[in-house]
């Protein structure tokens, strides 16, 4: 923006110089031109006056009498009544100007006048307007200078809160700068910001509600559990423990949706190896998967390290898994690969996949056609806090892919806090 500022009004500037500059010279050189002639024609006059009065007291023109007006450069020759031709001074070299002056009777006087010294000013007039143009060209790309930083600082300042929006800094807002059109905008993306920061404090403010509320009878039905483990017989208390244990995923799952509606993420993000959370978390998913009377086949590499956070990349999967054992039918597959510097976890089925009128919009809150439309959105959501992606590879059968840049495990990667 100040780029095209600057380049406009020197542009302008430099119109104007041009305009005015040039016809300033030309007139410049044509007056000087003229003075020149004119202070010929009075020397010429000068000239045939003395020879007039000679003539007429039947005296003769010789070039003492010239020689006192052949100076500077001039040369004089002077044709009397009976023909005779008197000249004074060498003939003036290169371009000169001549003036004629008819004295009668067949009585003539020539002037001839050097054009160095006419030429010379002229070139001082033309030096003078040029200087004075470059004067204020300069002038012009001080004044351009100052204008455009004045116009373009509140649009930076304009831009850079519109970045602090897009950054999740909803308390940022943009100042005034007393020009009415810029004004007008900072004043509509201020009350855009305000409306937008209470709808997030409201959202995140549920969610508290909502994890608190929900916190209160899983601790209950914990502490039910844990009684039924003290009194039960072996098959119940196995149960129990294991219903102990979904509880505390639930809790876990709470406190982790609720960080990720404050902080932005799930967890902090650092060196995980994917490999073996899939393969830890692999159990639980084919329990799922049995329990929905379908198969569950896992395959990784040894080990796939990457920059995420374990919670968040848990639960991502948890909901691509939950997503295929809804909607989808055959065996689950998971796959983890590495595919250069990423690691990529892949979850397909044998179901009739995505319709095609919801494969751009499936990653979008809201969007299902038998559900709450809030999973994959979640889950994009928690993948995109640790810098990596959720896609559709093929939508028929469905095949949802994760993507988190590698790290070398070697390397101590310190936690990376979101706020």
């Known amino acids: 923006m100040r780029r095209r500022l600057l380049v406009a009004l020197i ?21 000087v031109r003229d003075d020149a002639e004119e202070q010929a024609d009075r020397q010429a006059d000068a000239i045939g006056f003395a020879v007039v009065s000679r003539l007429a007291d039947g005296g003769t023109v010789d070039a003492a009498l010239l020689a006192p007006f052949a100076t500077g450069g001039r040369s004089i020759t002077v044709t ?4 005779r031709v008197t000249s004074a001074g060498p003939p003036p070299g290169g ?12 009585a003539s006087v020539e002037l001839r006048t050097s054009d160095d010294e006419t030429e010379r000013r002229q070139l001082v007039v033309v030096g003078v307007v040029a200087g004075l143009a470059a004067i204020a060209m300069a002038g012009a790309a001080v004044v351009a200078v100052v204008v455009a930083r004045r116009l373009n600082r509140p649009l930076d300042e304009l831009a850079a809160t519109a970045r602090r929006l897009g950054d999740g800094d909803f308390t940022a807002r943009a100042s005034m700068s007393g020009l009415v059109d810029v004004d007008a905008a900072a004043s509509t993306l201020n009350q855009g910001a305000g409306r937008i920061e209470q709808m997030v404090n409201r959202e995140r403010q549920f969610a508290s509600n909502a994890s ?6 899983l ?3 914990r502490l039910r559990l844990e009684e039924m483990t003290d009194i039960g017989d072996d098959d119940v208390r196995t149960e129990a423990e294991a219903a102990i244990a979904q509880a505390d995923r639930l809790d876990a799952t709470i406190s982790e949706l609720l960080r990720l509606a404050r902080e932005g993420a799930a967890g902090p993000t650092t060196a995980t190896d994917i490999a ?5 978390e692999s159990p639980r998913w084919r329990a799922q998967a049995v329990g929905a009377g379908r198969d569950l086949a896992v395959r990784t590499p040894e080990t796939a390290w990457a920059l995420a956070s374990p919670a968040g990349a848990a639960h991502a999967i ?17 796959d983890v690969e590495h595919h250069g510097s990423t690691i990529a976890i892949d979850v397909a089925d044998e179901g009739p996949g995505i319709p095609s009128d919801q494969e751009r919009a499936v990653f979008q809150r809201g969007v299902s056609h038998d559900g709450s439309g809030l999973g994959l959105s ?4 928690l993948v995109a806090a640790d810098g990596g992606r959720v896609t559709l590879v093929t939508p028929r059968p469905a095949r949802f892919r994760i993507t988190y840049r590698s790290s070398d495990p070697s390397r101590e990667v310190p936690p990376t806090h979101h706020g």
């Open 11 to 31: 542009a302008v500037a430099a119109g104007t110089v041009i305009v005015l500059g040039v016809p300033l010279a030309i007139l410049g050189r044509v007056a």
């Open 318 to 334: 948890d909901v691509l898994i939950d997503n295929a054992l809804h909607h989808g039918a055959g065996p689950v597959v998971i």
């Open 378 to 381: 979640i889950a994009t959501n």
């Open 95 to 106: 371009n000169s100007i001549v003036t004629d002056i008819d004295l009668g009777d067949g």
């Open 219 to 221: 601790t209950a039905l």
């Open 212 to 217: 608190h509320q929900l916190r209160t009878p």
């Open 276 to 280: 073996a959370l899939v393969r830890t």
């Open 80 to 83: 009397d009544r009976q023909g």
